[in-house]
Nanobody
């Protein structure tokens, strides 16, 4: 059973940057697509980005495309999310997860971490 721990969140001004990290333990994630999701208060958990296990193929929500970059280091068993040009609407708890299903909805992922809070002020 793989366990994930997110870190790197915090308070940042609009236009600033943050780098989130996701560390896996209890098993390797090298063979899995990994994803980042976010959830604002009173809202559903929404897809942000995903990266496949090989080839550097990535997927992004339209709202973050061009601003966020997902990456992974299989040797270190970690996944990162570089967040640039942050906007107040990016404020949410950010989660990383392992893809077990066929789609990119929250139900297609599992092994959720506890999340890390990102707050973007105007």
């Amino acid at each position: 059973q793989v366990q994930l721990v997110e870190s790197g969140g915090g308070l940042v001004q609009a236009g600033g940057s943050l780098r989130l990290s996701c560390a896996a333990s209890g098993g390797t994630i090298s063979a899995y697509t990994m994803g980042w999701f976010r959830q604002a208060p009173g809202k559903e958990r929404d897809f942000v980005a995903a990266i496949r296990w090989r080839g550097g193929i990535t997927y992004y929500a339209d709202s973050v495309k061009g601003r966020f970059t997902i990456s992974r280091d299989n040797a270190k068993n970690t996944v990162a999310l570089q967040m640039n040009s942050l906007k107040p609407e990016d404020t949410a708890v950010y989660y990383c997860a392992v893809r077990y299903g066929a789609g990119y909805e929250s139900g297609d992922f599992g092994s959720w971490g506890q999340g890390t809070q990102v707050t973007v002020s105007s």
